[in-house]
């Protein structure tokens, strides 16, 4: 099975900063990747889907970029209502649909 | 408008059984892959499970192969996850998702809890 990692497992960074999450596949997932934010208490939300196809409705703050192995998120200037976990998420219909573990940004 | 909503959460002892159920509404589930995705405490999430938009292909995570049985009722529009041989570990809330064409889930219910216990 493929793995999914994470980092950094949690981060804290003052509003306005620029924030990257990164998720790193085991083997080769071209861009069937997908990020979701999940606040706390809350449903889980798609933000990216496609490793860089911003949702509708979703912040032009966030983007994401990849392919391959190698992913990454960013938030380019974070702002208090992005207090979160963040996920990724494989799907290349390759069984398993796995989840990275899953990154905690919170505000400084 | 798209709404997925799960019931049949619910305190059941290990070794035991639970079924849940998923009703769609404002789309078919004929026309979607679905899926159900676990949240145990203060844990990540984890995939447990697709059936394809035809019902004709299912794939499982290992951790519940054997154990869990996806399935759905088209005239309902309801997805089902039924859960044999209950473990402490089985403990989360469950959610169905909706996936957008292999795309991500577009739409998630608002979960149910499964506590395992005796």
């Known amino acids: 099975d493929i793995q999914m990692t994470q980092s950094p497992s949690s981060l804290s960074a003052s509003v306005g900063d620029r924030v990257t999450i990164t998720c790193r596949a085991s083997?080769?997932?071209?861009?069937?990747l997908a990020w979701y934010q999940q606040r706390p208490g809350k449903v889980p939300k798609l933000l990216i889907d496609?490793?860089?196809t911003l949702q509708s409705g979703v912040p032009s703050r966030f983007s994401g970029t990849g392919s391959g192995t190698d992913f990454t998120l960013t938030i380019s200037s974070l702002q208090p209502e992005d207090v979160a976990t963040y996920y990724c998420q494989k799907y290349d219909n390759s069984d398993p649909f796995t989840f990275g573990p899953g990154t905690k940004v919170d505000i400084k | 408008q798209v709404q997925l909503v799960e019931s049949g959460g619910g305190v059941v002892q290990p070794g035991r059984s639970l079924r849940l159920s998923c009703a769609a509404s404002?789309?078919?589930?004929?026309?979607?892959?679905m899926h159900w995705v676990r949240q145990a405490p203060g844990k990540g999430l984890e995939w447990l499970t697709v059936i394809s938009s035809d019902g004709n292909t299912k794939f499982y995570t290992d951790s519940v192969k054997g154990r869990f049985t996806i399935s759905k009722d088209i005239s309902q529009n309801t997805l089902f996850l039924e859960m044999d041989s209950l473990k402490p570990e089985d403990t989360a809330v469950y959610y169905c998702?909706?996936?957008?064409?292999?795309?991500?889930?577009?739409?998630w219910g608002q979960g149910t809890l499964v506590t395992v216990s005796s």
């Open positions: 496609a490793a860089s």
């Open positions: 083997q080769g997932i071209s861009n069937y």
């Open positions: 998702a909706k996936d957008d064409h292999n795309r991500g889930y577009d739409y």
């Open positions: 404002g789309f078919s589930i004929t026309s979607y892959g």
